[in-house]
């Protein structure tokens, strides 16, 4: 008999282990070791059991194993010790404050938007790398004390939970979550008690009604959505049932309820908390893009300005993070069922769901070469004054990928910069190496993961010690795992021998484990499957593989890459050398990375925006084996793991695929397998371990989220934060006075023209230095010469009279001519060879964040 719906009790904690409650509902005991051994000695086969889930674990304990624990006199001490050091934590100055303290001007709060939160596997709310890096950024930014809010949806089935068919093939299962078992609490309302609930109109004079959870993430609060609520009819209930799963209607609910559902959260936690409203919007990834117009709504409707200065306010305090170097991975809507959604009744041009809102404006932000769809990024990029990629690569991808949306501008001016991804050292560095480095560096600054080069100091012997160490625990884990696959694929007990021989401790341990998209290209290692078996059975050199990654329920084709893998995994002469394990998660993830001595990663470069697993990997002394993609391209320094070449240029895919997998099987082979295993007298890989140290000392510290966060915060929240006030401020002048000079420009500009150039001072055969006097007349269609910045652009001459290696010299205004308005420049000659200039016109206003802002520029005709 099947229960028709499923709740969980949580048990009555005595009054001496209270504690125990804020202790296992704030998930920075998911970082926090010390914690997590006061739950596991509460029973630890049952935490073994229970994966490690502090509020399953005081819902299933028995109340007499409570009773006696309060009776426990070193117990009940060590849960003071813990208490206490959680309200230190939470109440500390930390390097936010104290910067703040140093007169450093930074945003007072901060909404962080996204699709996916991957804060702990006890909290199922990710799919992949984006849940990841968001869950790093809000506990680095805890541990930083940034005053971060972040803001998603709360899926009841999670993304999904995979296994294997008998032959190999995934198959998804989606679990129930109940809010009421996870470490949530629900937003009420100050004065009554009673849970939130927001409300967002739908077509038909349907109203979306949500309750927003809170997930504690040390500092931080994570509020989440949910529309599985008995107000609302079955088809809306469902809205929040699986991340990334329906058809285009339903996402765009989804997404509707992420943005202007969200804001509304962070409005209603913000006045239950007694908090100011954030400062800074930060959209991570264009999912929650329609967070943009519902600030617009706001300020129509609530401080009465017209669309174009509620724009130019919201842009002022928002950025966007775009993280796909694909058009194909971005959000795209029919702009019919955007029409759909934001319409008044009867299809009315006035919105419904946002008063004061025209239907026709909001279908603008999302506007593509084809009018027929709305593109989410290009929203979020219009809605955005700052804007960036994931990697310096990514950048530079970015912004050639949205170049159409600044025409008549190189691709380096798109005003989309990079922060590169990080990784949250105490969620993903082994407690080992966390002990290390709170004996080498302290516990203050490893709390907020600086000083990891220090770990560089470790003697040799102890660096090797502990790589073995991790290995074999992933060894453990990875037979464990096996067993438990091959039982759910049908096999029994009887014939599953076998695996207690899985693995090797002492043996070279590559680890490839991500989402399976295409590109990503799971099965370039089985390119040449004889030459890889040969690796794996090699009998003085050999190597392991472990696999893991789950392909999108829809995708055929990722399923059929992991059949691959799976079946030649399960060839009975190299199963012991190579596994494939499902179901891959945060739990999974870990031993990998502590585990793998090797970090693969072989995707078709340059369609992985960063790809932060290896830096995972690194953090516990991996060496990455990469494409130059992503983080590697800008971190490989020769010395930090092995770069595989790429076969740049090649179109014939399969051809390139050869190539690239035999580039890769070379490395392996002529330079991976012979450092790891050629040993000195004293038994150490002394070539490795040498790279093991490199790899800490140097790349360590590159590649933390804390470094990540500060990024954000210098580079990105506090120019924001003073560009909102100034927007802001007196009654929004800023904001009124940047929508009527862009309304100015934007008018006026058909008629701004580049009359005329000319030049002189150079000799007839002129040497790199020498002199350059350049004049130019501009007519500027009746805006003022303040309003604009005309500049001279020098470079080298292609065969397309195209100019690369630009160098820009700003021209001056020199007063008013019958051809227009005069502007000059005196400079020397930047470079040698086939040289060439012209004279561009863009709009500037100070309250611009750059004068490619307004995509518009004018040059000479011709």
């Not at 702990?120 to 506990?139: F, M, R, W």
């Not at 600044?406 to 966390?434: C, K, L, Q, Y």
């Not at 230095?769 to 303040?786: D, K, Y």
């Amino acid at each position: 008999m099947k229960a028709l719906r499923r709740f969980t009790v949580r048990a009555h904690l005595p009054a001496r282990l209270a504690a125990l409650g804020p202790l296992s509902t704030n998930l920075r005991w998911s970082w926090h070791p010390e914690t997590q051994d006061l739950f596991a000695r509460i029973d630890p086969g049952l935490w073994q059991e229970l994966g490690g889930d502090p509020v399953r674990m005081l819902g299933e304990v028995s109340p007499d194993r409570l009773d006696a624990l309060a009776l426990d006199p070193d117990y009940v001490a060590e849960l003071d010790r813990r208490a206490a050091d959680l309200d230190e934590y939470l109440d500390r100055p930390r390097w936010y404050q104290n910067q703040q303290a140093k007169g450093v001007d930074l945003p007072t709060g901060i909404a962080y938007f996204s699709m996916e939160f991957g804060v702990s596997e006890v909290l199922p709310n990710y799919s992949g790398g984006l849940g990841i890096l968001a869950g790093d950024h809000l506990k680095a930014a805890s541990d930083l004390g940034v005053p971060l809010i972040g803001v998603g949806l709360l899926y009841r089935s999670g993304y999904f939970r995979q296994s294997l068919t008998a032959d190999g093939w995934q198959a998804e299962h989606y679990p129930s979550l109940d809010p009421q078992g996870l470490p949530l609490r629900l937003l009420a309302e100050p004065a009554s008690g009673a849970p939130v609930l927001l409300h967002v109109a739908m077509p038909g004079n349907r109203v979306l009604r949500a309750r927003v959870w809170i997930a504690q993430v040390g500092r931080v609060p994570l509020l989440l959505l949910d529309s599985d609520i008995a107000e609302n009819d079955p088809e809306l209930r469902a809205v929040t049932d699986r991340l990334y799963g329906g058809d285009q209607d339903h996402r765009i609910k989804q997404e509707i309820l992420a943005g202007i559902g969200g804001v509304r959260a962070v409005r209603a936690y913000t006045r239950s908390m007694g908090l100011a409203d954030p400062e800074v919007f930060h959209m991570n990834e264009g999912h929650a893009g329609f967070l943009g117009v519902e600030r617009i709504r706001e300020l129509i409707t609530g401080a009465g300005l017209d669309f174009d200065s509620a724009l130019a306010a919201v842009r002022a305090a928002t950025v966007f993070t775009t993280h796909t170097p694909v058009p194909a991975g971005i959000d795209r809507f029919p702009a019919d069922l955007v029409r759909h959604y934001f319409s008044g009744a009867n299809g009315e041009n006035e919105s419904a769901m946002l008063p004061g809102l025209v239907v026709d404006r909001i279908i603008e932000l999302g506007r593509e070469g084809d009018p027929s769809v709305f593109n989410m990024a290009h929203m979020g990029l219009r809605l955005g004054q700052r804007a960036n990629g994931v990697s310096r690569l990514h950048g530079s991808v970015s912004r050639e990928m949205f170049n159409g949306l600044w025409p008549g501008f190189d691709a380096d001016e798109v005003p989309i910069g990079s922060v590169t991804n990080g990784v949250h050292a105490p969620t993903w560095a082994a407690r080992e190496w966390m002990d290390l480095a709170r004996r080498v560096v302290g516990p203050d600054l490893v709390e907020e993961a600086r000083g990891w080069e220090r770990l560089h100091e470790i003697s040799p012997g102890e660096l090797w010690s502990t790589r073995n160490t991790l290995r074999a625990q992933l060894v453990a884990e990875v037979r464990r795992r096996v067993r438990a696959s091959w039982l759910e694929r049908g096999a029994t007990d009887a014939e599953l021998g076998w695996v207690s021989g899985v693995f090797d401790p002492g043996v070279l341990t590559v680890g490839f484990a991500r989402r399976v998209p295409t590109y990503k290209r799971l099965t370039l290692m089985l390119r040449d499957p004889d030459r890889l078996r040969a690796m794996l059975l090699d009998p003085v050199r050999p190597v392991q593989l472990v696999v893991a990654g789950k392909s999108h329920p829809a995708d055929d084709g990722g399923k059929a890459l992991i059949q691959q893998v799976v079946r030649f995994a399960d060839e009975h002469d190299v199963r012991h050398r190579i596994v494939f394990l499902p179901d891959y998660d945060m739990s999974m993830a870990r031993y990998l990375y502590w585990g793998c001595d090797v970090w693969l990663n072989n995707p078709l470069r340059p369609l992985e925006a960063c790809g932060t697993s290896g830096m995972k990997s690194a953090l516990n002394g991996g060496l990455n084996l990469s494409i130059r993609d992503g983080w590697w391209d800008e971190m490989f320094d020769g010395e930090n793991g092995w770069a595989i070449p790429t076969a740049d240029g090649v179109t014939d895919e399969v051809r390139r695929d050869d190539l690239e997998a035999g580039a890769m099987y070379e490395l392996l082979e002529q330079q991976v397998l012979p450092k790891f295993y050629d040993r000195g007298a004293d038994g150490l890989p002394g070539r490795w371990v040498e790279m093991v140290r490199h790899t800490l000392q140097d790349l360590g510290p590159k590649v933390l989220a804390s470094r990540m966060v500060r990024d954000y915060v210098v580079g990105l929240y506090a120019p924001a934060a003073r560009a909102a006030r100034t927007a802001v401020a007196d009654g929004y002048a800023g904001a009124r006075q940047v929508a009527a000079y862009r309304g100015r420009v934007e008018a006026a500009w058909p008629r701004v023209q580049v009359v005329q150039v000319d030049s002189s001072g150079l000799p007839d055969t002129p040497e790199i230095g020498a002199a350059l006097a350049l004049r130019a007349h501009v007519r500027l269609g009746g805006l003022a010469p303040s309003e604009v910045a005309v500049q001279a652009v020098l470079g080298r001459v292609g065969p397309g009279e195209e100019l690369s290696d630009v160098v820009i010299v700003p021209m001056t205004y020199a007063g008013s001519e019958d051809l227009g308005e005069l502007f000059v420049a005196d400079t020397r000659m930047p470079l040698s060879g086939a040289v060439g200039y012209t004279v561009r016109v863009l709009p500037h206003h100070e309250l611009l964040a750059g004068d490619a802002e307004l995509a518009l520029v004018a040059t000479p005709a011709g």
